[in-house]
């Protein structure tokens, strides 16, 4: 097992997480206030953070190195055929065809590269700005990037994800069409791959789940805890 590639012993994790309470104001009132209770929350968080002298960076993501999604995705140049079919016995089966990608996600906030002091390779991060504007907009690790693209370049490039064919009401769901807009190095967790996974990340746009990151320099992390 390699180290994590990125200053872990300069790292402290935490989960970030918002009861819900209940009340009379109906599901839709009751889901705006707890996203501005879990807003004001976050916001008090970073604010007390970022006063303490000893952090270089806060982040808020969905998963962290190692613990993202799997999923599968298709290229704009690779169009994926979604089969079915049904076998003796009545048993139904549906798949998509070889043309897709297996791959891992993660939704993450502007400043998750930086704390793990990881620049891109090419293009660019994210930006505030993409969170708040809902961009699809994807940055990509270099062995998606190695994997899928063979040397050209993914800047500009778009994929879309694919729905469970096993799973869910829609097996044949299709997300919107994603623009690849960075690179970044493999971003190596404590996870024994036999290689790096291909790795897509988007912009966080919700609250929750929250997994907050904290890159603490100067002292021990367990102290500052």
Known sequence: MTGPGFPADEMLMAELSVNREQNEAGPRE????????????????????????NVAAISFSAALPGSEYSGRIELDTAPVTFESGSREGGLSWARWDDNHARVRFASVDAAFFDALDVQPIMGRTFTGADGAAHANVAVVNRTFADSLFRGASPIGRKFRELGNPGMGADPEYRGPWQEIVGVVPDVPANVDYERPPAVWYAPVRGVEPATLLIHVRGMEPALFA
């Not at 009751?30 to 002298?53: G, H, K, M, N, S």
Request: hydrophobic letters at 35%; charged letters at 45%.
């Open 30 to 53: 009751e889901d705006t206030l707890f996203t501005r209770r879990a807003t004001q929350l976050r916001d008090e968080v970073i604010r007390r953070l970022r006063a303490d002298p």
